[in-house]
């Protein structure tokens, strides 16, 4: 019996291709595959610009840079969600409050958040939601409480590549939007991430912060240029750039984005169908637009060992996503969290499980996976 794990990666034999042929070309980085991999992006969630990293969380460091952030700054997060997100705060010398999760949508609950904000001084330089699993929050919220407390909205987008809200693809609606192009996310480059925006300002800060803070833009520079070698560097930025085979694959590997989340939503469709009505079992919050990154069930707390065990057994590899952020013993020291502060993401962690979910699998692994969960639960309910 095959191992299956909550997630992997499809790469296919044009994907290949595609990389061997930067391989044999003049530019390992810095050419043409990183501007038309940007362009693609760009294009696909109608923004003007994307701008590659060298991960998801540098694509996120960028964008806390860019929106000005620094010592002294306080930016408000969800308790649940990949460390990162609330890391890359840190690497400004910012400080990251988190709030509470709605339980209902499993994302940051917007009244928590304008809470969160208030009991820090009401000053927040950046909002920072998650579109926990794919599933694609209700933005209105956060654009007010940007508005109100003259903040950045920054979604980072890294679990719904491909999802949209409505009339508008994930990547479109905040001021600034970061995906991750590790092999679980929805399309990978091994390691790599971006971020896209509509905001001319933003998009040039990125691109210096991702090269040293380095230009070679004439007009930009502000001393007379020594020669035709000039270029300058104007603020301190990191080494964040994303190579040639790496962009090279994330391009070929958009020409399947679109499938890649219909083949999710199919997946999703047989758990649905599959799982419902079983006594014990909740499944995760559904809506048009998901791009189902995860599939979370829960299952009560008594069970939860229980229940990861059995599916092991089974050659059946379960995640938890994820312990919440602010009671990881790092955040607990340095800022004195403690549990019971984020009460709705802590039931939700003890309690939550996801099923494997990605492209590659065929309808009879998801078919496999309902049935070991009914043969726990009869086990368990008889
Ligand atoms: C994957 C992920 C990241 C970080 O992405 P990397 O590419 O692994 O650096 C950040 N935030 C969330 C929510 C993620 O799932």
Redesign the pocket.
């Known amino acids: 019996m095959k191992t299956l794990s909550y997630g992997r990666q499809w790469i296919n034999e044009d994907d290949i291709n595609e990389v061997v042929k930067v391989l044999k070309g003049d530019w390992l980085t810095m050419g043409p595959k990183v501007e038309e991999f940007e362009k693609s992006l760009a294009d696909y969630a109608g923004v003007k610009h994307a701008v590659t990293f060298s ?4 694509a ?1 460091h960028g964008a806390m840079h860019a929106s000005g952030m620094t010592q002294g700054d306080f930016a408000v997060t969800t308790a649940m ?2 460390v ?2 609330s890391n890359t705060v840190i690497y400004t010398g910012a400080t990251p409050i988190f709030a509470d999760i709605d339980p209902d949508t499993l994302c940051m609950s917007p009244e928590n958040a304008e809470h969160s904000i208030k009991s820090h001084g009401g000053h927040a330089k950046a909002i920072i939601p ?1 579109s926990f699993g794919g599933y694609p929050f209700d933005i209105k919220p956060f654009r007010e409480l940007a508005e109100k407390y003259n903040a950045v909205l920054i979604e ?1 987008a ?2 719904s590549w491909g999802g949209d809200r409505g009339n508008h693809k994930i990547g479109f609606d905040a001021d600034m939007t970061t995906l ?3 092999p679980v ?1 929805h399309i990978t480059t091994s ?3 971006a971020v896209l925006t509509n905001n001319d300002e933003y998009a040039h800060k990125l691109k210096m912060f991702r090269n040293h803070g380095i230009t070679r833009n004439e007009a930009e520079f502000e001393d007379l240029p020594d020669g035709l070698w000039h270029s300058e560097m104007q603020e301190l930025g990191y080494n964040y750039r994303l190579s040639e085979m790496a962009c090279a694959l994330g391009l070929s590997q958009m020409k399947r984005l679109d499938d890649f989340v219909k083949r999710r939503r199919e997946i999703a469709e047989i758990y649905i169908s599959q799982l419902s009505g079983i006594d014990g079992l909740v499944l995760p919050p559904s809506k048009n637009g998901h791009a189902w990154h995860l599939f979370i069930a829960r299952v009560k707390e008594e069970l939860h060992g229980q229940f990861f065990m059995f599916l092991r057994d089974n050659n059946i590899r379960l995640q938890v996503h994820y312990r919440p952020v602010p009671l990881q013993p790092y955040y607990r020291h340095k800022y004195g969290y403690k549990q019971g502060d984020f009460p709705e993401a802590e039931k939700y962690y003890r309690q939550a499980v996801s099923l494997p979910i990605f492209p590659l699998m065929e309808d009879e692994d998801a078919f496999r996976v309902c049935e070991c969960i009914k043969k726990f639960f009869m086990g368990i309910n008889s």
């Open positions: 991960s998801g969380t540098a996120l969600t990949f990162a997100t998650v980072d890294s679990h991750s192009f590790h996310k390691e790599g991430g």
